[in-house]
C-alpha cells in the first residue's frame, strides 16, 4: 500500500465560514429580487440604530419631568409633546426602541433555543421524549398566548425581566413544533442514514446535518415572532405588569396617554407609531424573508 | 383534549404556587402569630404535599368553588359569572363584525385579484395584524366618540335597559377587537379560494355552463372556507387575550377587565379564575372546530379506517 497523500482538508471553521458565506450572498440576491426584503430590513435595521444611539437622537432626558410643562402640544422643541409629568414624549419613544428591541431579541433568543432543543430531541430521538415534550408544549397551546403571558408574570411579579421571559416561554410551542416536524421530514433522508453509517453521533447528526436543514423555517419564524413578541409586550405593559414606570415603554406609555385623551390626544401616537411600525416590519420581513428562502411556502 | 386539559390545569395550579405573596400572610394581616399562622395554614390546607393541594383544588374547582376574592372576601365565581355576559357579548359582537368583514372582502380580492379591491385586501389583512388593539380603541374613541360624538367613548349599558344604549356602546369595542380576526380571515379565505379556483372541478364547472357567481360561490367557496374554519379556534382565543385590553380601554365591565383590575389590587384568584374560564373555552372551541372541521371536509377523519 502507496503512503495516501494528506489532501488539504477545509477545517470545520472554513467549512462554516463558507456557508455564511453562501447564506450572506443568498440574502442579498434574494433582496435584489424581493425588494421587500431590502425595504424592511432597512427599516429594521434603522429601528436597531434608533435604540442602540438613543441618547444621541433623544433631546431630553427620557426620564427628566418638568412640572411646568405638564402635556404641552407638539412644537418644534417637544415633537410629539410632553406626558403627564412634563417628559418629553419624542424621547421616550426613541429609547422605547431599547426596550421592545431588546426584549424581542432577548425572548426570540429563549424561545428559539428551548424549542428548537426540545423540537430536535422529540422528533430525532422519539419514543418517550416525544411522548412527554409534545404533551407539554400542546398544554402551553391550551392557553391563548397573551394569558399565558399574563399568568406567567402575574406569578413571577410585574417586571420587564419577567415580562421578557413570558413573552419568550409562550413562544416555545412554535419553534418546538417547527423543529420536530422539519427533523422528522429531513431524518428520513438517505444522508442521515449514511451519517449514521458511518459512525457520525447523534449529537453531531443534529449539528451539522439537521440543523442546516431547518435554519430557513427558523430565520423566518424568529421574524415573525419578534413581531408577536414587541406586540405581546406593549399589551402587557398597557395593563400595568410590563415594564415599570417610569421605564420608557411603548405599551405603559399608551396607558397613561389614554388618562389623557381628552386633554392631549396626540400623546399615543408617537408610541401607537413606533409599536405598529415595528410590529409591521417584522412581519412583512418574516414574509419577505419566506419567499426568498423558502418558495414553496410562498403564500397567495 | 382529556390530557392536555390535565396538564395545562397542572401548569395552572403551579402557577398559581409561585405567585408571591402569602396568602395566610395577607388573610390574617396584623393579627398574625405564629400559631394562628399554622393554624390557618392547616385550615387551608397549604401544609399538605403539592400534589394533595392539587387535587383538592380541581375537586373545589369541579364543584364551581374558584375560592374567595382577596379584595373583597366574596366568592370568586360570583363576581366572574356577574361578568361574563358583558364579554360574551362584546366576543359575540366581534366575531360576527370580523366574518362580516373578511368573507366579502376575502371573496372580491380573490376573484378581482390584480385591481384595488384585491390591493386593499392585501393591505388590510397585512396592516390589521399590527395595529395593537389598545392603540387603535385610543384611535377610535378619538376620532369618533370624543370629536364627532356619534358614539359614547365607553362604559356599558344593559340590553334590556335600553336596546339603542346599548348598541351605541357595543360599536367601538366590538369593532376594535374584530380586526385582528377580520385581517387574518381575510387573508385564509383569499388564499384558499385562489387555491381552489385552480382546481380541476371549477374548470368543469364553467365548462358546463354555470355562471361565475355560481361556481364561485356554491363550488369553490365550500372548499375555500374549510381552512378558515380551523382558523376560528385560533379566533376566539385573539378574542379572549384582546377582551383584557379592549375591555380596559373602553371601560367595559366584562371578566377580562375584572382581570386587569385585579391584577392591579393583587388579587390573583380571580386572575387565575378568569384564565382558567378563557383556557377551558380556547380548549372548547378548537374542540368544535376540529368537529367542524371532519364533518365539513369528509377526507380528514380521526378514527384509524380499517381497511
Known amino acids: ?300 | 383534549m382529556i390530557p392536555v386539559a390535565f396538564l395545562a390545569s397542572v401548569m395552572l395550579f403551579l402557577l398559581l404556587k409561585l405567585t408571591p405573596g402569602d396568602p395566610v400572610q395577607v388573610m390574617l394581616g396584623e393579627r398574625a402569630t405564629a400559631q394562628n399562622y399554622e393554624a390557618l395554614r392547616h385550615d387551608l390546607g397549604l401544609d399538605e404535599p403539592y400534589p394533595v393541594q392539587y387535587l383538592r383544588w380541581v375537586g373545589h374547582v369541579l364543584e364551581g368553588d374558584f375560592g374567595k376574592s382577596i379584595r373583597n372576601g366574596g366568592p370568586v365565581k360570583d363576581e366572574v359569572l356577574a361578568r361574563l355576559p358583558a364579554t360574551i357579548q362584546l366576543g359575540v359582537a366581534a366575531l360576527i363584525i370580523s366574518i362580516a368583514i373578511a368573507l366579502p372582502l376575502g371573496i372580491l380580492s380573490a376573484v378581482f385579484r390584480r385591481s384595488p379591491v384585491g390591493f386593499f385586501a392585501t393591505a388590510f389583512s397585512q396592516v390589521g395584524v399590527a395595529v395593537p388593539g389598545f392603540f387603535l380603541g385610543l384611535v377610535l374613541i378619538y376620532v369618533f366618540a370624543l370629536s364627532l360624538r356619534w358614539f359614547p367613548p365607553g362604559s356599558y349599558t344593559a340590553f334590556a335597559d335600553d336596546p339603542g344604549q346599548w348598541l351605541r356602546r357595543l360599536v367601538l369595542p366590538a369593532l376594535t377587537l374584530s380586526l385582528f380576526g377580520a385581517a387574518t380571515q381575510t387573508r385564509f379565505i383569499r388564499s384558499g379560494l385562489l387555491d381552489t379556483l385552480h382546481q380541476d372541478y371549477i374548470r368543469t364547472a364553467r365548462a358546463k355552463g354555470f355562471g361565475e357567481a355560481s361556481v364561485i360561490l356554491k363550488h369553490a367557496l365550500r372548499n375555500a372556507l374549510i381552512p378558515s374554519v380551523t382558523l376560528l379556534g385560533l379566533q376566539i382565543g385573539a378574542i379572549l387575550e384582546g377582551a383584557f385590553i379592549v375591555e380596559t380601554v373602553f371601560a367595559w365591565p366584562g371578566i377580562g377587565r375584572l382581570a386587569v383590575d385585579s391584577l392591579g389590587a393583587r388579587d390573583y384568584p380571580i386572575v387565575q379564575t378568569v384564565v382558567l374560564l378563557a383556557v377551558f373555552v380556547f380548549l372548547l372551541a378548537n374542540l368544535l372546530v376540529d368537529i367542524a372541521y371532519a364533518y365539513l371536509d369528509p377526507r380528514i377523519s380521526y378514527v384509524r379506517s380499517r381497511s
Not at chain 1, 419631568?65 to 421616550?92: C, E, I, K, M, Y
Not at chain 1, 426602541?97 to 430531541?121: D, E, K
Not at chain 1, 423543529?179 to 428520513?188: P, Y
Open chain 1, 1 to 300: 500500500m502507496s503512503a495516501v497523500v494528506a489532501k488539504p482538508r477545509t477545517t470545520v471553521a472554513e467549512a462554516t465560514l463558507d456557508e455564511q458565506r453562501r447564506r450572506v450572498g443568498q440574502l442579498w440576491k434574494a433582496g435584489l429580487r424581493y425588494p421587500r426584503l431590502l425595504v424592511f430590513g432597512a427599516v429594521i435595521a434603522t429601528l436597531i440604530l434608533v435604540g442602540v444611539f438613543a441618547p444621541l437622537i433623544a433631546p431630553y432626558d427620557p426620564l427628566q419631568t418638568a412640572p411646568s410643562q405638564v402635556l404641552t402640544q407638539p412644537s418644534p422643541a417637544h415633537l410629539l409633546g410632553t406626558d403627564n409629568v412634563g417628559r418629553d414624549q419624542f424621547s421616550r419613544v426613541v429609547y422605547g426602541a431599547r426596550i421592545s428591541l431588546g426584549v424581542a431579541v432577548i425572548a426570540v433568543t429563549i424561545a428559539l433555543s428551548f424549542g428548537v432543543c426540545m423540537g430536535l430531541a422529540a422528533g430525532y430521538v422519539g419514543g418517550w421524549t416525544d411522548q412527554v415534550l409534545s404533551r407539554l408544549v400542546d398544554a402551553m397551546l391550551a392557553f391563548p398566548g397573551v394569558l399565558l403571558a399574563i399568568a406567567i408574570t402575574s406569578a413571577l411579579g410585574p417586571s420587564l425581566r419577567n415580562a421578557m421571559i413570558a413573552v419568550g416561554i409562550i413562544q416555545i410551542p412554535l419553534y418546538f413544533r417547527l423543529a420536530r416536524g422539519q427533523v422528522l421530514q429531513v431524518r428520513e433522508h438517505e444522508f442521515i442514514t449514511a451519517a449514521a453509517v458511518i459512525g457520525a453521533s447523534r449529537f453531531r447528526i443534529l449539528r451539522r446535518h439537521i440543523m442546516p436543514n431547518i435554519a430557513n423555517p427558523l430565520i423566518v419564524a424568529a421574524s415573525i415572532s419578534s413581531s408577536t413578541s414587541i406586540l405581546a409586550l406593549a399589551a402587557l405593559g398597557f395593563i400595568g405588569i410590563g415594564p415599570q414606570p417610569p421605564d420608557p415603554d411603548w405599551g405603559s406609555m399608551i396607558n397613561s396617554a389614554s388618562g389623557a385623551l381628552g386633554r392631549a390626544p396626540w400623546l399615543s401616537f408617537g408610541p401607537g407609531l413606533a409599536i405598529f411600525l415595528t410590529v409591521f416590519s417584522f412581519s412583512m420581513l418574516g414574509d419577505a424573508l419566506r419567499d426568498a428562502l423558502d418558495p414553496r411556502l410562498r403564500i397567495t
